[in-house]
């Protein structure tokens, strides 16, 4: 027998609310990979403004290893800027990017239309141009011997004070890439020494002790959706034709890490963008519910996104 009742129509119902969606408004997202790539890209920089404004963030930042980003964000910013999303871009100071170079940080921090804010946010030392990154993917001799590498002690290699001094003038975040712990240290200490007041330091693969000696030390820890996600179980084209894999850290390992540094010094960021992983948005949305359910405090994670990444990087400000 046919029911004379009315059938509820369900696709006129809004969609539900994400779980998480809460932890999205305002908040910075400052490891984007949205730029040209050699692989994949799961969207473009337009893209991911357009879906960060559409959960209520207020910030992005652009990671490129081939190029400074400063320059796109720009554009996104000339074109989106009606969307209330900022964006901001930097150079990372690997050899497609021009290297380790004065002259090229002296470029980054002015590259843009001449508006406010133009010009990069962040100067970083290489990524996967360091000896300890290179270890980690298990790079050949000639390779790993052309990398960055702090000596224990002594002066920092040219040109990296005169690149200090320039980050310090513009009052721009260094980021010191991908560096052992006591190499990312040593570097801390010599930029806070020359004037350096914004400093973050990825920190995913340290232990508690080095976590802990970082922020003691003045600086920023960022830990990374990426370290987390199954991209770490293949070979990725990261910066050439060789396809490399970093070690996973587990959630509750990262969760232990984030615990040893006061939460106004942690950053927490996406590193979305390959193909592999699901867009910015989504993947900042999907670490953000893993680390709560493994015990880091709700209010410590808004805090982490929507006040300590929008201050470092001067979002909004």
């Known amino acids: 027998m046919i029911s004379s009742e009315k059938s509820f129509a369900t696709d006129t119902l809004p969609p539900p609310a994400m779980p998480g969606a809460d932890l999205l408004v305002g908040a910075v997202d400052n490891h984007v990979h949205a730029c040209p790539h050699i692989n994949g890209r799961s969207l473009d920089v337009m893209q991911a403004v357009q879906q960060a404004a559409s959960a209520g963030m207020r910030g992005m930042g652009l990671m490129d290893n081939f190029a400074n980003s400063s320059g796109l964000a720009a554009l996104a910013n000339r074109h989106l800027g009606h969307l209330g999303v900022e964006v901001f871009g930097g150079l990372i100071m690997e050899p497609a990017a021009g290297g380790i170079s004065a002259e090229n940080v002296r470029i980054a921090l002015k590259l843009g239309y001449g508006a406010a804010g133009d010009g990069a946010r962040f100067i970083s030392l290489p990524t996967h141009h360091t000896r300890h990154t290179a270890v980690l993917e298990q790079r050949g001799d000639s390779y790993i011997d052309g990398c960055l590498c702090i000596p224990e002690s002594g002066p920092l290699p040219d040109p990296l004070p005169e690149i200090l001094d320039l980050i310090a003038a513009a009052d721009a975040v260094l980021n010191t890439g991908h560096l052992s712990g006591p190499e990312a240290l040593r570097v ?6 020359r004037g350096v007041t914004r400093i973050l330091v990825p920190a995913s693969h340290y232990d508690t002790m080095t976590v802990a000696a970082i922020a003691a030390a003045g600086a920023h820890v960022e830990f990374s959706f990426f370290f987390v996600s199954h991209a770490t179980q293949t070979g990725l ?28 010094q942690v950053i927490v960021s996406s590193d979305c963008g390959v193909f ?15 680390l709560e359910s493994c015990g880091v405090a709700r209010a410590d994670l808004r805090r982490m996104v929507a006040e300590t990444a929008p201050a470092l990087f001067r979002v909004g400000g």
């Open 188 to 193: 801390v200490e010599a930029a806070r020494a």
């Open 276 to 290: 592999l992983l699901p867009p910015p948005v989504e993947g900042l949305r999907e670490f953000l519910l893993l």
């Open 237 to 264: 084209t990261h910066v050439d034709d060789d396809r490399n894999t970093v070690p996973p850290v587990s959630a509750p390992q990262m969760a232990e890490l984030i615990a040893a540094a006061p939460p106004e």
